[in-house]
């Protein structure tokens, strides 16, 4: 027995082409979710959402999904995200504030670059996707 516990909820994922975020997409849409799957934007991301889509609609049953590139750490773009997916979907029920970056370096001798730009993805990003209107 299959339990839809998110059947025709619209789920945003940000971070969602790979690790925690894919997973996540992926569970969601399998409990009868559509999808927002928000991705950094490379080359690299963009061929592993495109996945992540194919298998979003290998599963059947009507599930849709749409993909927003863009920098979590813009503002901009997690305007966008809310955007697309009121235009798409109507609503979001559900967000997933999965984006985010782990460089490995120590505190004390952790470069202020990498600082800022860990700050501006974890905890700037996730701040603006949960302000976006």
Known sequence: ??????????????????????????????HG???VLHYLGDQ?????????GKEITGL?????????????S???TAQKIVDLAVLEFGRIDVLVSNAGICPFHSFLDM???VYRRT???????????????
């Open 111 to 113: 470069p202020l670059d």
């Open 1 to 30: 027995m299959t339990m839809n516990l998110l059947q025709d909820k619209v789920v945003v994922v940000t971070g969602s082409s790979r690790g925690i975020g894919r997973a996540t997409a992926l569970d969601c849409a399998r």
């Open 119 to 133: 700050r501006a993805v974890n905890m700037d990003g996730a701040f603006y996707i949960v302000q976006g209107e």
């Open 60 to 72: 059947g049953s009507g599930r849709k999904s749409i993909a927003v590139p863009g920098d979590i």
């Open 74 to 76: 813009d503002e901009a």
């Open 44 to 52: 690299a991301t963009q061929d592993e959402v495109e996945s992540l």
């Open 33 to 35: 979710a559509h999808l």
